[in-house]
């Protein structure tokens, strides 16, 4: 008799947690079978594979990120946009390891849902650079900048890459108000345009 309110749901909500604590690549199958209190054979019933439970906390990640990124974008436009975004995201992944490392993990191209998930945040992104003056290509070009400054800066982070003494966080801010410079200077410049975007398009 199945555990009563277990279903896959349950499942991966679990894994995603124990994912945070002994980090994603640890998580097995029977980490949250023992954590929602059922014997390993019993997440079958659910998750056919480690694969699938990888794939369900990437795509719950991706989909905490988003939620993230909406709210932290809301009612800001340019610098103060792109700062947010970059805080918020920052400060989810430091927070949730685990989840990170699932949640950059690229979705197999025959993936749809996944693929979908992952583009949610994107138009979010490319209303940010939009506030800085850039569109079409050269926004195509900023909000790529943009996810390199972010994931790169974050990625070294989680890893404890920085060594000397210095507040990671001022440098983060720092790298991010370079970069919002950098954007505003291009902006400044102006230039052609070749291609406008299509809609669904991503960096």
């Known amino acids: 008799m199945p555990r009563a309110g277990f279903d896959r749901a349950t499942v991966i909500a679990a894994a995603s947690e124990l994912a945070d604590e002994v980090g994603f690549a640890g998580l097995t199958m029977g980490l ?5 209190g059922v014997r390993t054979p019993s997440l079958y019933k659910h998750v056919d594979s480690l694969d699938a439970l990888h794939r369900g906390v990437g795509l719950q990640a991706v989909g905490d990120i988003d939620a993230v990124l909406t709210r932290a974008a809301v009612g800001r436009s340019g610098p103060d946009a792109v700062r947010a975004i970059a ?6 992944a430091l927070d949730h390891p685990g989840r990170y490392a699932a949640s950059i993990r690229a979705p197999r191209p025959e993936d749809e849902e996944y693929q979908a998930v992952t583009y949610v945040a994107v138009p979010i992104l490319f209303d940010a650079v939009a506030g800085l003056g ?3 290509e050269r926004a195509i070009d900023a909000v790529r900048a943009l ?5 790169g800066f974050v990625g070294l982070e989680s890893n404890d890459a920085f060594q000397v003494e210095r507040d990671p966080a001022g440098s983060y801010r720092f790298v991010v108000d370079t970069l919002i ?3 505003r200077a291009e902006a400044a410049i102006g230039g052609p345009d ?3 975007l299509h809609d669904g398009e991503g960096p």
């Open 147 to 151: 996810r390199t400054v972010i994931h």
């Open 194 to 196: 070749t291609a406008p």
């Open 32 to 36: 949250p079978a023992e954590r929602v």
């Open 134 to 136: 850039l569109t079409d």
């Open 181 to 183: 410079n950098g954007m």
């Open 87 to 92: 805080e918020a995201y920052r400060k989810w």
